[in-house]
């Protein structure tokens, strides 16, 4: 489950997540443009990897410039990252990552080494995250009680992240510590996220694993089937206002309707030190047709309009704590997530 | 639109809604265990329509017994409603057209004559629902203000009714009556009735609608996009506890955090009488397959399980109002729905 994301001679490849849990292909990423049609097309999602994924990006686009032009100059990095930052605009670790590649590069002399030093810098990123994903998940195993039924929505799985995953690193590393717990995904549409990535990794993990659709949810907490949230994040603002796939808010409204606890589990890059609260992050609408086909075929006629945003906001009062690599953060979340920076 | 379901030369021709709207298919009936097998599989549904389908059923089975034995006895109508009763669990629509079936055979001595009796008085149902819908649609499109954008749920249309239907009936009314309104119709997982019936329903009269995944819901009531929220009803507890679609919960706590009205649009036939409160409404679990197939093909793994809730209880305290052919019902729902049966 680990095998999703690699480097080598040169090229980084790409499990392409579009066809899982069916077709294992992978993407060979060359360049540039092939980083940005990956990310752009989600051949690759999931806030944690999209960060990853960008900085060797930044290390391809790096390479491909020194060999082209024979030598790399100061502003080419900026270029290289403007062209990243327009792939996606609501998951903050893309930006993040960016931020990071462009100090590594600043703090070199050396030019002639520079593909090699950002490529070093995007595998620090890549295993610097497993790592966070490890040590959050540890935190956040100790909120989980045995016999525990868990919702969790999309994936924040080991395939949205450098590995391990976030949300699901908390289930994993639950699990790996014999509790007994019973996990409910939802489908997620429209991509399927919860159906295809999440339940198959539990799947494989030999946790006991159920999907439903995003609008059995309600049901399932008055019918008190669900003991916990968890959930990953694609952007934390400083109160604690989460951006996180489309449909998280209205499961957070009815796991506080039924006092659920509610976690968001993410590591410190996904929280965003520029913005006050939820009303300023950018929320990215996707195209209608991604909600109208599925494999290819239409699920109503060509005519007919649809919407489909990828994220929503939910406020912080809904969250009951984030799980961090830093510990479990516990409100009040603008005095606690403020010390993470410090 | 309102050739979905009609009666001819002794047979009930029923449009096949599982393949709409690419396919416009029909389903000759000519026996009771077509019907059966209409109700059960969806090539009809919707409460309102399920009831219409189960009186003509209960026709067509008097109609065969009288074929093959030559006579009809007493109790061959208890044993045709019991088939019937064990369609489909929740919709009480088809219970109460059943009693009412019932009641009219025994009104009758003249058993030779009773399969066209029995049809006269399915064929009643049929046209007063069609009366009665028209009627709490009026009533209904009163709540509804020009420049209202409405979010429905499913479908509570034409094609779940005998025709013109409840919460797109009260839609159309307002429509017909020159109010320019603005639908959002959640697609509906697992069967997509929004998607497939609803949008289609309503591009067809005219009406500006567009599908969203039934996750966007909150995010919709968080950005001020949503006016007002119309739903049907499988079956409305006396205290005003409403099963329908499962999601429709979760849409009533959406709308309730943000003080969006939530009406739910049912003729009296949908009140049941015997039960107090949403507790006692039987929801129905279909077959999981129903939620990891799309197009025949599937969406994951055969070894993943999946659950499938067929409606949910809104708890009355979510419901604004109810509209139904004898009028809006107000709070306290308790007082004034009992009314409806004096």
């Known amino acids: 489950m680990t095998d999703h994301i690699y480097w080598k001679d040169g090229s980084l490849y790409l499990l392409d997540q579009r066809a899982l849990p069916f077709k294992k292909t992978y993407l060979q990423c060359k360049g540039l443009k092939d980083i940005v049609y990956a990310i752009k097309s989600m051949v690759v999602r999931g806030a944690p990897l999209i960060g990853i994924v960008a900085a060797y990006g930044v290390a391809l686009g790096i390479q491909e410039i020194l060999a082209s032009k024979g030598r790399i100059k100061d502003d080419d990095i900026d270029k290289i990252c403007e062209k990243l930052a327009k792939t996606r605009p609501t998951a903050v670790n893309l930006f993040w990552a960016l931020e990071r590649m ?151 409204l009815c796991a506080s309707r039924y006092k659920i606890p509610f976690f968001v589990a993410a590591p410190v890059s996904t929280f965003d030190r520029n913005i006050n609260n939820g009303a300023y992050i950018p929320i990215e609408e996707r195209d209608s047709r991604e909600v109208k086909y599925i494999h290819g075929k239409p699920l109503t006629l060509e005519a007919i309009k649809a919407r489909y945003y990828s994220f929503d906001i939910t406020p912080e009062r809904y969250v009951s704590n984030f799980i961090t690599e830093k510990g479990i953060i516990e409100k009040p979340f603008k005095k606690y997530i403020k010390m993470l920076f410090s």
């Open 102 to 252: 462009k100090n590594a590069f600043r703090q070199y002399s050396n030019k002639a080494d520079m593909p090699d030093l950002m490529t070093d810098e995007a595998i620090a990123i890549h295993v610097e995250d497993i790592e966070n994903n490890r040590m959050l998940s540890l935190y956040g195993s100790e909120l989980i009680d045995d016999g525990d039924t868990i919702l969790t929505h999309c994936n924040a799985g080991a395939l949205a992240t450098g590995g391990y995953g976030t949300a699901l690193g908390v289930i994993r590393a639950a699990h790996a510590g014999g509790k007994k717990i019973k996990v409910i995904a939802t489908e997620t549409r429209p991509y399927l996220q919860g159906a295809r990535l999440t339940a198959w990794e539990l799947y494989e993990e030999g946790v006991d694993v159920e999907i439903v659709p995003d609008n059995h949810v309600g049901f399932l907490c008055y019918n008190k089937g669900i003991d916990k949230v968890i959930v990953g994040a694609d952007r934390i603002a400083l109160n604690g206002d989460t951006a996180n796939k489309i449909g998280t808010y209205m499961i957070a």
